[in-house]
């Protein structure tokens, strides 16, 4: 099994920026993908940005040039630097990963337990 743990959710002002952490825990586990979503009420969860091992970036239309995800592989740890954030970001904020598990032998995706950004105009 993974765990993932969100932090750096919040209140922030429009024009504002915020930064999201996510790190994976468990036992012996490889992580492929890596990535944000987010939902907002009444909405569909949708993807804000991912990146998987080896391949650029991929971000939702809405938020790029806005937002950067980056990844720290040694440390299963994945950020999402949000800038010049809009009213429409808000939204719970989730981590994913697509790993393996040695201990299930196979691939499986896995979320974090959600966090908040709020953005007021």
């Known amino acids: 099994q993974v765990q993932l743990v969100e932090s750096g959710g919040g209140l922030v002002q429009a024009g504002g920026s915020l930064r999201l952490s996510c790190a994976a825990s468990g036992t012996r586990f490889a992580i492929n993908s890596m990535g944000w979503y987010r939902q907002a009420p009444g909405e569909q969860r949708e993807l804000v940005a991912i990146k998987a091992i080896g391949r650029a970036p991929d971000y939702n239309d809405s938020v790029k040039g806005r937002f950067t995800i980056s990844r720290d592989n040694a440390k299963n740890t994945v950020y999402l630097q949000m800038s010049s954030l809009e009213p429409e970001d808000t939204a719970s904020y989730y981590c994913?990963?697509?790993?393996?598990?040695?201990?299930?032998?196979?691939?499986?995706?896995?979320w974090g337990q959600g966090t908040q950004v709020t953005v007021s105009s």
């Open positions: 994913y990963a697509r790993a393996y598990s040695d201990l299930s032998g196979s691939w499986a995706d896995y």
